[in-house]
Structure formats: structure tokens, C-alpha cells
């Protein structure tokens, strides 16, 4: 379908290698570069020369060009810092997230802004702030729209979504049951709200009732469903083989925490079907210290079971080798970043309990914030949110930079948990997630208690709250409790 709006612009290719093309085009006061192929420092120094030199309206779409490096991410910030209001901008256009993460890392100042549609670019210079203000609000109410409201999270079959507005079924947005959308997702959302909906205006939120809606859906089904000759339809897998993916998953696991100085620990691990990149570990330390690791793989077209396997190997190596939670984790990211090749990446959080029981070493790397409950007294329950880029994108003489460690003195009683993202995005019939507020309020009721009984009546309470929900991620929860 045509855009809403007008023409396409044409498009010029203006540089071709054996590693990329260079595609350029106008749109409004913009010139948007799509490079495809391979990122090289050929490209990083064409774009350099021909683009970043004088101010301007620059959009750039990297989403389908392979291993974008640091360096031409920090060229773009460094230029769109360095830019006048009135003289420039720079827009990336439908970035994927591994790219959102870098320019996270090095656009400190926020000039660089994100568009998922080139239609945003559209008019004259004095409206372009106020044009990609609405597509950030736009993209914000997508987002806020398939967590909440059960209108925008109908799919068919195939997983396909159905817009509650046009009621027209997407075949280029795939939602996931009882996961986060991807940003992906909500890019084409939003994009299809701005360019091809008929029916939707800017902010709405309602459209056609959920029960005609949920009545679409039914009959899409049952199309589907229907025989379309004499063979008969092929069965799914039966779930027995993503019970065997799970139980050999387990396996590489510790079914239960060795002994920790001056504490207790207690473990819960329920893979999803299929899992997905979940694993946690503990680690002997010199000295007689343990380390504590929690953390997940993401990644799309790859097997999470290798990869978590890997990843988890590497960690624990290096905190055998190291000790030290923050430089453990940042020659873990070299060794990562080379066998990922940024196509995946890792989140991870270390505990090292010290001293007895009565210290804390902590460093997080793109991971889940960990919960401290304070016992002796009122209870108090903190998120340990101590900084730190994910693991396996970014090369570790940035890595160094972004990640620190935080120091915490413990008192006896006191719960530490460290858990991935899963625990918190439990969702019930409702689609509501179980949430952090959730897991603080039971963590200060149990505090004192035995770890493991602590996070069985957590989970207890998670697990009640889901059933009959959805669920696409593991769910995975270390609880050590100082004694």
C-alpha cells in the first residue's frame, strides 16, 4: 500500500563496494542515508567526508546494515552535537535496538533523535521539532497500548497483528504471547498508524470494541483452520520436545547454591516453551569469597540454549580468574563481543558477599536492577541500580568506561535478590504484569526468613498471579540471605 501523503522520493545510489551501498534520498529539508550490506571503514570515511562536514538535516537508517561498529555511531553523535538548532539535525531512522544501545552509550547529551517513518520528515524546517514530537509520542502510546490495553495485543495464528482501528491484519508485525514488543514491533506499528491506517487520528486509543474484535480474530482462525485439500494439515510439535529443550537446559544449571560464607542462598529456574536465555552460576573466588551471576541472552535467528551455555562459561571463567565483579565483566564483554559479532548480546549481575556475609560487591551490565532488603527494624527494600552497558556490543575500552561497581555494607537478616526480567514481566489474564512493587512488597514481608522460603512464597504469589497468562520468558531468581 501507498503511503498516505504523496510519492515516494527517488532514490540514488550514490556509492557501491563490495562490503555495502550507499542509498541517498530527500525528504523534506532532510537527506536520509540507508547504507545496506556490511559496515566498513570505508563506509564510516565516505559518510564522514561527503555527509558530517557542514551542518544539515541528516536522517540515517542503519536497520539493514550488518555489524554497525561503534566508531560510525559515535561519528553521527559527535556530528549531531555539534550541530546549531536552527542549522541541523540528525534523525535515525527505525534504529534496531542494538543500535539504540550504542547511541545510549555515546549521545550523552540526547541530540540525536529516533523516527520510525520517513513521513515524519516530511515539511518545512520551522515544523520538524514538532513532527518528530509527535512521532515520539506516537511510538510511546504503542508501546503503552500492547502492555496495557487488551485491544492492541489480539493476533491470529500466526502470531500476526490486527490493528483495533482498520481492522486489517498486519503480516509485518509479529507479537510474541506474554513478552515485551519488540522495538521492531512498535516501529511498525507506529508507522502504520502514520502512513496507512484509514481510520486512526493522532493520540486515539480506542477503536472497535474488543468483542468484535477478539470476533475477527476467531474467524481468521478458523480460515486458517480450514482443510485446503485431501492431505491432511501437519500437527504441531508436541510439547514434549520444548519440555526436552528445558530439561536439557537444567542441566547445565546448578541445581542448588554451594555453601556461601556468613549467608544462605535458595534458587528458582522455570524455563519458558520454549526457553529462552536465562542461566545463572556461582563462582569460587580466591579467598574463599562467592560469586553470584544471574543473567539472560537475547538475540533473534539464534540457538539461546548455545549461546546461554557460552556466555555463562565465559562469565564464570572470568570471575575465577579476576574476583573483581567490574573487571571480570569487562574481559568477559571482549571475549563476547568477538563470538557474537553484535548479533546478540548478554545482560549479567554480579554479588560477591565478602567479609563473612557483611559486605557486597555489585556490578550490572545492562541487567535487571537486583532488590537489597534491609532487615533489623521497618524493612526497606532498594533497587541497586549501579550502571553498566550490556555485554557483547560495545568494545571494552568503552565497556570500561560505562560500568562501575557499587560497595554495600550488609547486616545480618538482610535479602538480597538478584532475578532477570522475566520475574517482573509475569503477566496475568489481564495482561497486567507482575511488576516490581510486586516483588518488593513480598520480599520486605518475608525478610529475615530462610532464602529459600523467602523466594518460594515469592514466586508462589508470581506464579498464582500468571496462571492462565501468557509467557515467553524464563523466570529466574537467586535470593541470598545474610545470617
Not at 468484535?212 to 482443510?227: G, S
Request: with cysteine.
Amino acid at each position: 500500500m501507498a503511503a498516505r501523503g504523496g510519492t515516494e522520493p527517488r532514490t540514488k545510489v550514490v556509492a557501491r563496494d563490495k562490503d555495502f551501498t550507499l542509498y541517498v534520498k530527500n525528504r523534506g529539508a532532510f537527506t536520509v542515508l540507508a547504507p545496506t550490506g556490511r559496515s566498513s571503514e570505508t563506509l564510516l570515511g565516505l559518510v564522514a567526508q561527503d555527509y558530517l562536514q557542514k551542518p544539515g538535516f541528516l536522517a540515517v537508517d542503519l536497520s539493514r546494515l550488518d555489524a554497525v561498529t561503534l566508531p560510525l555511531v559515535r561519528a553521527v553523535c559527535e556530528y549531531a552535537a555539534g550541530l546549531e538548532p536552527r542549522a541541523g539535525r540528525v534523525v535515525l531512522l527505525n534504529p534496531p535496538d542494538k543500535i539504540r544501545a550504542l547511541v545510549r552509550l555515546v549521545d550523552r547529551e540526547g541530540r540525536v533523535v529516533t523516527a520510525v517513518s520517513e513521513q515524519d520528515l516530511e515539511g518545512g524546517v520551522e515544523g520538524v521539532d514538532e513532527r518528530l514530537r509527535r512521532a515520539g509520542e506516537r511510538v510511546e502510546l504503542v508501546r503503552q497500548m500492547l502492555s496495557s490495553n487488551p485491544c492492541w495485543q489480539l493476533s491470529d495464528a500466526d502470531a500476526r497483528w490486527l490493528c483495533p482501528f482498520c481492522v486489517a491484519v498486519r503480516p509485518d508485525v509479529r507479537l510474541t504471547v506474554g513478552g515485551h514488543p519488540t522495538s521492531a514491533a512498535v516501529a511498525a506499528i507506529a508507522r502504520h498508524l502514520s502512513e496507512e491506517c484509514s481510520t486512526y487520528s493522532h493520540g486515539a486509543t480506542d477503536g472497535w470494541p474488543f468483542e468484535v474484535l477478539e470476533r475477527v480474530i476467531r474467524q481468521l482462525n478458523a480460515v486458517r483452520a480450514a482443510p485446503e485439500g485431501p492431505e491432511p494439515r501437519k500437527a504441531p510439535p508436541a510439547p514434549a520436545e520444548s519440555d526436552s529443550r528445558g530439561t536439557r537446559r537444567r542441566r547445565l544449571l546448578p541445581v542448588s547454591a554451594p555453601p556461601l560464607p556468613g549467608c544462605d542462598a535458595g534458587i528458582y529456574y522455570r524455563p519458558a516453551e520454549p526457553p529462552s536465555g536465562d542461566f545463572y552460576g556461582f563462582v569460587r573466588l580466591a579467598g574463599g569469597a562467592v560469586a553470584v551471576l544471574v543473567g539472560d541472552v537475547s538475540g533473534a535467528g539464534v540457538d539461546l540454549g548455545v549461546l546461554m551455555g557460552m556466555a555463562r562459561k565465559v562469565l564464570c571463567l572470568r570471575l575465577g580468574e579476576i574476583g573483581d565483579p567490574g573487571e571480570a565483566l569487562a574481559r568477559g564483554n571482549d571475549d563476547l563481543c568477538e563470538e557474537l559479532e553484535q548479533e546478540s548480546y548478554v545482560s549479567a549481575a554480579v554479588a560477591i558477599v565478602e567479609g563473612g556475609g557483611r559486605e557486597l560487591r555489585l556490578a550490572r551490565a545492562g541487567h535487571v536492577a537486583p532488590f537489597l532488603v534491609r532487615a533489623g527494624g521497618p524493612a526497606s527494600v532498594t533497587r541497586l541500580e549501579t550502571p553498566g552497558p550490556l555485554l557483547g556490543l560495545v568494545p571494552t575500552a568503552s565497556f570500561d568506561q560505562e560500568i562501575e561497581v557499587s560497595r554495600h555494607e550488609l547486616r545480618p537478616g538482610d535479602l538480597l535478590l538478584l532475578h532477570t526480567v522475566g520475574v517482573e514481566e509475569l503477566r496475568g489474564r489481564s495482561g497486567e504484569k507482575f511488576g516490581a512493587d510486586r516483588i518488593g512488597a513480598l520480599l520486605r514481608a518475608h525478610v529475615g526468613a530462610d532464602p529459600a522460603l523467602a523466594l518460594g512464597g515469592l514466586m508462589l504469589e508470581a506464579e498464582q498471579f500468571a496462571a492462565g497468562g501468557p509467557r515467553r520468558e524464563d523466570v529466574t531468581a537467586v535470593c541470598v540471605k545474610v545470617r
